[in-house]
């Protein structure tokens, strides 16, 4: 079943609900520019676990409408806010993969976690700005071109296994994502883009009293794996796990070692 839900914007957001209506309720939320359809192992394990499985694309994602300037990560806090609100979920998981991830912390900051029974984050570091503090950042991303650095798009990093070398996991990778879109981003992708790239959401983990399960892929080509183990150090209740043989699509390259650690740790929270 697909939902329209609408933002106080009036802008178009879609959901895709499947399992058990009754079920503990599991929202998903894609990376930057991916559709919902990348969560596809995922929804099928946690469907046949009970659950309830949202898959939403929020502005710019999948069946969603495309962004038009000036769209904040606190943008699309609002929008999983009506999601969660226009639905009425109560008690969900938020699993969110990248930017997704970083999506659930800025609706942490705006809306609180009364609806929130816990949260995963899928490869994406709390602070993609590298410091003598915080090593755990996207390659190459200093100070020193902190305003530049994503202005044009996405930097390539030469680090990880090239793609065409990933064998099956290129497989499910190209098998989830669908048809590749355009490679070039609008004004106002580079818009959110840069607002997620200079925002620092540990302070939010660290007030965040839910459980939170940090997983990295072992090889990431945005950022070192320590990140997780680092980001559940600030968690009060914050876990970590790497996944070996896996890149920054962590749950659609290793799609069995990721939904089996993901279910082993619903099952305690």
Not at 66 to 83: C, L
Request: proline content about 6%; glycine content about 10%; overall charge negative.
């Amino acid at each position: 079943m697909t939902s329209v839900i609408t933002a106080d914007d009036g802008y178009r957001i879609h959901v895709a609900e499947h399992g058990d209506p009754t079920g503990r309720p599991v929202v998903l939320l894609a990376g930057f520019k991916a559709p919902a359809t990348t969560w596809r192992h995922q929804v099928r394990s946690l469907v046949d676990a009970g659950c309830r499985v949202l898959a939403v694309d929020v502005r710019g994602h999948g069946e969603a409408e495309p962004i038009g300037r000036g769209v904040t990560m606190a943008r699309r806090a609002d929008d999983v806010a009506a999601v969660l609100e226009q639905l009425d979920v109560q008690g969900a998981t938020l699993v969110g993969g990248s930017m997704g991830g970083n999506t659930i912390w800025a609706y942490v900051e705006r809306h609180g976690t009364d609806r929130i029974r816990a949260i995963a984050i899928v490869d994406q570091t709390p602070r993609m700005l590298n410091d003598a503090e915080w090593p755990h950042g996207y390659y190459g991303y200093e100070t020193a071109n902190r305003d530049t650095f994503f202005a044009e798009g996405i930097p390539p990093t030469g680090v990880g296994t090239p793609i065409w070398r990933r064998g099956m996991r290129l497989v499910r990778l190209v098998r989830a994502m669908g048809t590749p879109g355009r490679s070039e981003l609008t004004p106002g992708e580079l818009d959110v883009l840069g607002d997620h790239a200079r925002a620092d959401w540990r302070p939010t983990i660290a007030r965040t009293e839910v459980p939170v399960l940090f997983v990295a892929g072992a090889e990431s080509e945005l950022w070192p794996a320590t990140h997780a183990a680092a980001a559940a150090a600030l968690a009060p209740r914050g876990e970590s796990a790497v996944i070996l043989q896996a890149g920054h699509a962590t749950n659609m390259e290793q799609p069995a070692a990721f939904d089996r650690g993901l279910l082993e740790w619903l099952a305690r929270t």
